[in-house]
């Protein structure tokens, strides 16, 4: 199984909502992201957890709060998004990279759930 | 400096003709890693190919072949027999070894480019 799953497919919301994101995979995947992209645009890495901690936070709005329940499971809380925020959110799974002896850890997307914020 | 660039940012190709998309990168790290991802008009993004900083032979998966001139920084993929299902944005991606650190599994992208096949 080389899927990741994510939940809703289409989300609208208004500034005042609190909504999450969430996203699966079965693969024992240790590494797992979110991403943000804009329309035309490469994703932008927002969070990263490794082995269920959060090792990265590209400086993200705290309106943005990742959870990461157990080794399979990640959630995005959102809460007071602007528009600005609309964007298709991916989530990713790898193997851990951080030790650094394998590179060819390629990331499994899952097919994103495309955010408007009213 | 941007780690990997793309400078086509759109291309039409006709059915079953080769098209090559250039990537260019910069690291000082020796250990790293290139990959081309493919992203239809439906949102997933689905990994294509994978060429390492050590690999002697470049880097072929079917339809697929990357063309990896180390001492260029470029990392090209080149799409044999095009299809029209072959339609979609393409972006390359580094991933630096940044031995025991939380960067080891950070993924850097060139900006994408537009592939689309004609008929």
């Known amino acids: 199984d080389t899927e990741v799953t994510q939940t809703p497919k289409h989300l609208v919301m208004g500034m005042t909502n609190k909504k999450s994101l969430k996203c699966e995979q079965h693969m024992g995947h240790r590494a797992m992201y979110w991403y943000k992209q804009k329309a035309k645009k490469p994703p932008e890495l927002m969070f990263v957890y490794s082995y269920e901690k959060l090792s990265i936070n590209e400086s993200v709005p705290s309106r943005f709060s990742p959870e990461c329940p157990n080794s399979s499971l990640l959630n995005l809380h959102l809460h007071a998004l602007q528009p600005e925020d609309s964007a298709l959110y991916l989530c990713?799974?790898?193997?851990?990279?951080?030790?650094?002896?394998?590179?060819?850890?390629?990331?499994?997307f899952g097919p994103g759930t495309r955010l408007t914020v009213t | 400096a941007q780690k990997i660039t793309q400078t086509q940012p759109g291309m039409f190709v006709q059915e079953k003709e080769a098209v090559t998309l250039d990537c260019t990168y910069d690291t000082s790290d020796p250990s790293y890693g290139l990959f081309w991802y493919k992203q239809p008009s439906s949102g997933e993004m689905i990994f294509l190919i994978y060429?390492?900083?050590?690999?002697?032979q470049n880097a072929t998966e079917g339809r697929y072949s990357l063309n990896f001139q180390k001492a260029r920084k470029s990392a090209n993929l080149v799409i044999s027999a095009s299809q029209l299902g072959d339609s979609a944005m393409y972006f390359c991606?580094?991933?630096?070894?940044?031995?025991?650190?939380?960067?080891?599994?950070?993924?850097?992208f060139g900006g994408g480019t537009r592939v689309l096949v004609k008929p």
């Open positions: 060429q390492g900083s050590y690999d002697q």
């Open positions: 990713a799974s790898s193997q851990d990279g951080t030790s650094g002896t394998i590179l060819k850890y390629e990331q499994y």
């Open positions: 991606a580094m991933r630096e070894a940044n031995l025991f650190k939380a960067a080891g599994n950070k993924l850097t």
